[in-house]
Structure formats: C-alpha cells, structure tokens
C-alpha cells in the first residue's frame, strides 16, 4: 500500500559529472541543494550575492553579470549606483541580499565586485545552472531624482520607499528567454534546471500563494518548450503532493523541515547526478561525519 503520491515527472533529465561547473541562484531549493553540492565537493558557486526570490531580481543580476563577462565597463557604475546607507548606518545594495554590506559606501562596493567577479567568470565556464524561483512578487524602489528598479532586498527600509508589483506569466517568460539567449552566448552548451520553492507565503494568503507559484510554473513550461536545455525540477511538487504532511514541515509550518530538505536532495541525487559522482559524494559524506565527531576525551 501507498500512503502518498510519488512524484515521477523526471522524463526529460540529465546527469550531471565529476566535471560539471555549477552557479545556483535562488531561493530554498537553490540554496538547499547547491550547499549540500558544495560540501561534497563539487565545483559550484552558490549565490555569490545571497539569497533570491523572484524571477525580476535574478534576471537583472544574471543580465548585469552577463554584461559584465562579456567586458562591459559601465557594469561597475551601475554596482556603485546602487550602493546606499541603510538606517542602521551600514551600507547595501538594492542588487543583493544583506550578505553584502560595509561600514562604507567603498567597502560594499567592493564586496559587491568581488561577488559580481565571482558571478560573471563563473558564467563563462559554467556548464549547469540551477535557478530556484520563490515568488513573483517583487518591489521596486524610486530614488529622489524620479529613477525606479527593481530591488533584491528591502533592507528593512520604509515600506514608504517601494512598490510591490507581481509579475505576469509572459513577464516571467520574457524575462526568463531574454537572459537565457545571453547567458547561451556565453556558454553555448549551458543546461537550465529550473524549480519552485515550496515555500508558502502566507502573507498574500493560501489562495494569492499559490497563483503566485502558479505563474511561476506556467512561465517555467512556456521556457521549456522554447528552449531545448531547459530542465524542471518538481521540488515544489514532491512537498506539497509526495510529502503532504505537516510533520515535514518546520515550526512555522511554511517552511520545509530538515527531513522534507534531505528527501527533495535524495531526489535530485537519483535523478540528476550520475554514478561516478554520487560515489564520490560517499566519500565526502564519510569525511563529514568524521569531521562532525566530537571527542570525549579532547
């Protein structure tokens, strides 16, 4: 007997090597996976400039690194431009999460090269990108002299200062197709996995929740079908239909727990890496528990 439903849409996959270079860019499934890539060893960068939700952000990032790759000098302007003195008298910026931050204008915009140095050269010898897309809600901010963009992070700045907008299917889709033609220029044999977190934002209500994550998955399958290297991976699927169950939920009962993180990683594992590198990760994990013991007698 079953007492769920098990997720099986993985038809259309790849498998990824000892060889592959990674970037992740994302929220939860991006951050999730791509860490535990990480530990193990494999060659990825991991959300150079912190963690990402929405489709807007990333594809502004992605487009600025791709610039920036390509040798466009106007990118670092760009960087200084957004740098700002937030009220707890830090300075951020609108492009990044609070992972970047300095004592002086100087100091997070060189922090925000350095990342943006990360990004744009991990571009051009990538040979995997796994993009995890949170909500299509984003804010946009209007500085004194009338200019609005989109922001990565409110950086606990007035809500006075922004616009929440939400973004339309053939927004996302747009925006999706634009920067992956860029990022194809760059590398032209790129593979695109792409997910939805299953993260629930309560704060647009069950119901606004998930007509976000659905344009969100309508604008991942319109790519899919444009554009032959682009893979889904069903991360929001499997919690919310192979895990539906709030015991795999954290406290909070929105975000997943750690058993629900390890079950979507197995999945991705079985699905996604190939035999050389999973005994590879054998080892690693060996190493990780070893170096997790703690002696009795130090």
């Known amino acids: 007997m079953r007492f769920s439903t098990p997720i099986t849409d993985f038809a259309k996959t790849f498998r990824l090597g000892c060889a592959d270079k990674l970037l992740a860019l994302g929220s939860c499934f991006a951050q999730v996976v791509g860490q535990r890539l990480c530990d193990r060893g494999v060659d990825i960068v991991l959300n150079p400039m912190g963690v990402l939700y929405n489709p807007k952000s990333i594809c502004t990032l992605l487009h600025l690194a791709a610039r920036h790759a390509e040798g466009d000098g106007q990118v670092e302007n760009k960087l200084g431009e957004m740098v700002f003195r937030a009220n707890d008298g830090r300075y951020y910026s609108w492009f990044a999460s609070s992972v970047i931050s300095g004592e002086s204008m100087e100091e997070c915009h060189e922090q925000m090269m350095c990342a943006m140095h990360r990004l744009s050269h991990r571009l051009k010898e990538q040979t995997a990108l796994l993009l995890t897309f949170g909500t299509d809600h984003y804010y946009e901010y209007s500085d004194t002299e ?88 069903p991360a929001y699927e499997i919690m919310n239909d192979e895990l539906r169950d709030y015991r795999f939920y954290a406290a909070d009962m929105v975000h997943p727990s750690d058993v629900a993180a390890e079950y979507i990683w197995q999945q991705f594992c079985a699905n996604y890496i190939n035999s050389d590198l999973l005994d590879l990760f054998k080892e690693r994990e060996r190493e990780l528990k070893a170096a997790a013991h703690r002696p009795h007698n130090k």
Request: aromatic residues 10%; contains cysteine; positive net charge.
């Open 146 to 233: 009338g200019h609005s963009y989109p922001v990565a992070n409110c950086h606990k700045m007035p809500q006075r200062c922004f616009e929440e907008k939400v973004m339309s299917v053939d927004e996302i889709a747009a925006d999706l197709d634009r920067v992956y033609a860029a990022l194809q220029r760059l590398t032209p044999n790129l593979r695109l996995i792409v997910s939805v977190s299953p993260y629930r934002y309560l704060k647009y209500g069950l119901h606004g929740s998930q007509l976000s994550k659905a344009r969100l998955l309508l604008a991942t399958e319109r790519l899919q079908r444009t554009r032959g290297e682009v893979y889904y991976f």
